[in-house]
């Protein structure tokens, strides 16, 4: 199995690049981008922004001819269309610095070092603009089993919503639903990645989880 990750415009490596700030065109490069590399099995795995990009991305993949995944991973996040949404990419970098602190997962140190802070937040009101402008389309369900992950004390998903059909997400496929919550808030995959990089291999293959590494610790 070969893991692909995503890194979007004005993030990291791309730092320098122009910030996208529509649904609608992110979906459009990512699906440029994974297009040729489609001659195989594939899955898709999201988390909080990620899992409603996910979604746009299996049916924008279907809208061209493409073969829809084998199963969509979504996580910290309630279905396109049922996810609270808000204002956030319009308030102070107080505010947003806040809310950041809120879902846990950012160091208020990194906030208090000013070149950092504008650097983070920068991205982070990107991703908002997009999230809390997205007007998803009423779509037919898709095919494949739906997994949702979350962690029990996230504010934005948290176990008791994600019970209540899946976080909405049972609503958005003809195949089953699971829901798994972890230990954690927001960011709960940070200190549980073994056990969520486990999760992905038994639903995918479960010959793979046996011994399943994950990625390095970072200092």
Partial sequence: MELLALQYPARE???????????????TAVADAVLPLLDRPYALFGHSMGSAVAWELAHELRRR?????????ASGRAAPGTAVTGQLHRQ?????????????GTSGEILDDPGLRALVLTAVRHDYRIIETHRPAERPPLTCPVHVLTGAADPELGEERGRDRAGGWADLTTA???VRVFPGDHFYLTPRRREVVATVLRR???SLA??????????
């Fill in 92 to 104: 102070s970098d107080d505010v947003l610095g806040a809310e950041l602190l809120r879902l846990g």
């Fill in 210 to 219: 046996t011994g399943a590494r994950t990625w390095p610790s970072t200092p």
């Fill in 65 to 73: 001819g493409a073969p829809g995944p084998r199963r969509l991973f």
């Fill in 13 to 27: 490596e791309r730092v320098e690049d122009p910030g996208i700030t529509g649904m609608s065109e992110l979906v």
């Fill in 204 to 206: 995918m293959d479960p």
């Fill in 176 to 178: 089953r639903t699971e």
